[in-house]
């Protein structure tokens, strides 16, 4: 096979086969957009959002994909066997219970394999900068110092983001915590990660967030931060998908 010629540097690593895409929340700030769709589904610019994520995650090399599901799970299945037939896509089937974050990783943990995992949100925007941004995540992965690597944006420059951030960063891009009530961080979280799937463990049953294997990496100086060098959108109202498609055409 012919290898296609990338007109962007490419930073190296080698980029996890599979990934997992969380796309089982309820959407409910999202309404009236998510009465008749779950979240992933609702378009911007064009296509559904977890279009925008899959296109990514193709165009880095990714070959077998979860989704974990819930809300209209029938709809989001048909969707992606009618848009991805090509891809090896696994369903974690949240039907019964939704697991939140958390629980939605213990779940799927058996799909995983041994290797790091990619983990992104469903509703995830981002626009690459001069480098594949998980091809640049993969680059700085190193298992041996690393647990978990999650992409983040300075506070400053998270589009559409009401909130007061999700964690500090050491000159290292070590991750020295998350931020305390009633203080401002200087770096969101993005939605986009790269996990040791060994970290999934002894964990409570049923939803819980993430943070709970967040908490322990960083306590054991095993969690770190890439900031993301494009442009990022939180997607989580009507309003915020209107704000986006004007940026975004406005280039």
């Known amino acids: 096979m012919t290898r296609q010629l990338s007109l962007r540097p490419d930073p190296g690593g080698i ?26 589904l609702v378009e911007v610019a064009g296509k559904p959002l977890i279009d925008h994520v899959f296109d990514r995650l193709c165009a880095a ?5 979860i989704v974990n599901v819930h809300y209209l799970a029938d709809t989001m299945e048909a969707h992606l066997r009618r848009r991805y037939p090509h891809l090896d896509i696994l369903i974690s089937d ?25 983990v992104v949100n469903g509703d995830s ?5 001069p480098m594949d941004t998980i091809r640049l995540l993969s680059a700085r992965w190193d298992a041996a110092t690393m ?52 970290i999934i463990t002894d964990a409570p049953d049923g939803p819980f967030s993430t943070n709970l294997f967040w908490d322990r990496a960083i306590a ?6 890439q900031v993301h060098q494009g442009l990022w959108f939180e997607i ?6 209107t704000r986006a498609e004007a940026m975004l055409l406005d280039g």
Do not use: S
């Open 61 to 65: 090399g990714i070959e077998r994909v």
């Open 94 to 118: 949240e039907r019964d219970r939704l697991l939140e974050t958390g629980g939605g990783l213990v779940k799927a943990r058996h799909l995983m394999g041994d290797g790091p995992v990619l």
């Open 220 to 225: 054991a100086g095993r969690a770190w931060g």
């Open 147 to 198: 647990d978990a690597l999650l992409l983040m944006v300075p506070l400053a420059r998270a589009n559409n983001l009401p909130g007061a951030g999700d964690f500090r960063l050491g000159a290292d891009g070590r991750i020295l915590g998350r931020r305390r009530p009633g203080t401002v961080a200087p770096f969101a979280y993005v939605g986009v990660q790269m996990i040791d799937p060994a």
């Open 236 to 241: 989580g109202t009507p309003k915020a998908v």
């Open 15 to 40: 980029v996890p086969k599979t990934a997992m895409v969380m796309a089982a929340g309820l959407g409910k700030r999202m309404r009236p957009l998510t009465i008749t769709r779950p979240k992933p």
């Open 125 to 129: 925007l981002w626009i690459d900068g």
